[in-house]
């Protein structure tokens, strides 16, 4: 499978901005699908995670500033993000993870940078 991470930029403190990340040579119903994100000098952290399920869970400092959402049919997941603050500029990266059927390494896409920055 290949994950390719898109709609990065700049914007300004307390502005939006909206993830996505295209899923391709398989089917994303058979996929968890993670985003996580990597600032300069700081460790990668995971931001958000939703399973095949729908089910989400998210980094406490995002927590109800950013939402993940899937469409299956589009083979695309994206990150909502709202009420952005500069602690929030890093290269986004999303994985994907395998959980039915067959057994293979997790796929990541190549990031896409956020800054936020008046």
């Known amino acids: 499978v290949q994950l390719q991470a898109s709609g990065g930029g700049l914007v300004q403190p307390g502005g939006s901005l909206r993830l996505s990340c295209r899923v391709s040579?398989?089917?994303?119903?058979?996929?968890?699908v993670s985003w996580y994100r990597q600032a300069p000098g700081k460790q990668r952290e995971l931001v958000a995670h939703?399973?095949?399920?729908?089910?989400?869970d998210y980094l406490d400092s995002v927590r109800g500033r950013f939402t993940i959402s899937r469409d299956n049919a589009k083979s695309l997941v994206y990150l909502q993000m709202t009420s952005l603050r500069p602690e929030d500029t890093a290269v986004y990266y999303c994985k994907a993870r395998r959980t039915t059927g067959a057994r293979e390494p997790d796929s990541w896409g190549q990031g896409t940078l956020v800054t936020v920055s008046s």
């Open positions: 040579g398989s089917n994303l119903i058979f996929y968890a």
């Open positions: 939703i399973t095949n399920g729908e089910s989400t």
